[in-house]
Structures are given as structure tokens and as C-alpha cells.
């Protein structure tokens, strides 16, 4: 149980373009979802904090106008980044909690930015 | 949440148990000590986690100091396919709404 999906797994786009990337909670209902960055060789970073049915709450130095999130029900999450740029070319992963003090993470989502 | 310290690499020969080390002279009593691990290009897997006592499940055992001020994570028999970066996280807990902070982990690596 606990299982946590996100779709695109690779999506490749031009500058300027955005993407979404969806977080599901398959087995169980997420109020709360996270949304992690990791840049290679480098550890995953938390950039927000993703609040079913209210805004998200963005951590320190994330611009919330670019990255936007929408928790629209209790099993989706999504992420857009607007105008993309390949400075934001980095590996992207959400995580819910489905278990009692455990959060289950997504396989995540690799951005390339052309 | 409370700071962990882990050494940067690790090497284990396969079939051999892997001993991974965490200091967390810091944390408070209401935190547990989680582990996780990232196999390269996947989202990260939970392996254990503990308050006080030691745990064991099919995975792994944690082995919490009386202190609690360290932790030892162990896989018993390491296969190649447990070569990955392993994290230690304290974090207290709180109706499924807490945070993770990822460290720079240990890169463990399980050699033929």
C-alpha cells in the first residue's frame, strides 16, 4: 500500500514553454503532498509544501509565480513550471504520506529544458 | 529538524551486512530517526524508522543509541542492488503533515 505516482516520468521541452507534473496518491488521500528538486549530485531540496483545497506554501528563494502548484483533490498534486528555462532542468519528485509517520516519494519526473 | 552527520561513502562486499552510521547529537525527544535510500534516477524508498527502541523489518535494522545521539542502520546480507545513497533524517511527526530535510547521505556501494 502507500503507493505514489507521477507522470511525465522524462519530459523534455523548449525555453519559454511550461510543463505540469501530476503527483497521485493511488491507494490512499494526501491533504498534505511535498514537491522536492534535486539537481545531479546534489541532494533533493524542498520546495513546497502542497495543502489539499488551499495554497501552497513555498519554502525560502522558490518563486511561487513559476512554479505553481495545484492541489486540486485529495489524490492529485500538480506542479507547472511557466516559462521554463534550462536553469530549471533538474529532477523533480513529490511525496505523500499514506502510512502512519511515513512519506511515500514518487519514482519522479526528469526536466529537460532545451 | 535536528542535523545529522553521515560519512560521504561507504563500501561493503556482497553478501557481507553494511553498517551505516549516523551522529544526531541534537535531536529532541518527540523526533524519530528515519532512513532512506536513492537508488540513482529513482525517487527515494523508505527503509526504517525508530523513536527509541531498536526496529527490524525485512529490509533492515535500526540500532538507536540509549542516548539517542546515533544511529546504526544495518542490511544483514548486501546485494549488488542495494548500492545506492542511503539518508538519515530526524524529523518529529505530526498527523502525516511533517517534512523530510535530505542530507548529503552515504553513497554506499556493495562491490562483487
Known amino acids: 500500500g502507500a503507493v505514489v505516482s507521477q507522470h511525465p516520468s522524462r519530459v523534455i521541452c523548449k525555453s519559454g514553454t511550461s510543463v505540469k507534473i501530476e503527483c497521485r496518491s493511488l491507494d490512499f488521500q494526501a491533504t498534505t503532498m511535498f514537491w522536492y528538486r534535486q539537481f545531479p549530485k546534489q541532494s533533493l531540496m524542498l520546495m513546497a509544501t502542497s495543502n489539499e483545497g488551499s495554497k501552497a506554501t513555498y519554502e525560502q528563494g522558490v518563486e511561487k509565480d513559476k512554479f505553481l502548484i495545484n492541489h486540486a483533490s485529495l489524490t492529485l498534486s500538480t506542479l507547472t513550471v511557466t516559462s521554463a528555462h534550462p536553469e530549471d532542468s533538474s529532477f523533480y519528485i513529490c511525496s505523500a504520506s499514506g502510512r502512519a509517520n511515513v512519506l511515500t516519494f514518487g519514482a519522479g519526473s526528469r526536466l529537460t529544458v532545451l | 529538524d535536528a542535523k545529522t552527520t553521515q560519512p560521504p561513502s561507504m563500501d561493503c562486499a556482497e553478501g557481507r551486512a553494511a553498517n551505516l552510521p549516523c551522529n544526531h547529537s541534537?535531536?529532541?525527544?518527540?523526533?524519530?530517526v528515519y532512513w532512506y535510500r536513492q537508488i540513482h534516477s529513482q525517487g527515494p524508498q523508505y527503509i526504517i524508522h525508530g523513536l527509541k527502541n531498536n526496529e527490524t523489518n525485512e529490509m533492515a535494522s535500526l540500532i538507536i543509541t540509549e542516548d539517542r545521539k546515533s544511529s546504526t542502520l544495518i542490511l544483514p546480507h548486501a546485494t549488488l542492488r542495494d548500492t545506492a545513497v542511503y539518508y538519515c533524517i530526524v524529523s518529529s511527526s505530526g498527523a502525516g503533515s511533517y517534512q523530510l530535510t535530505f542530507g548529503k547521505g552515504t553513497k554506499l556501494s556493495v562491490i562483487p
Open positions: 541534537t535531536i529532541s525527544g518527540n523526533e524519530y
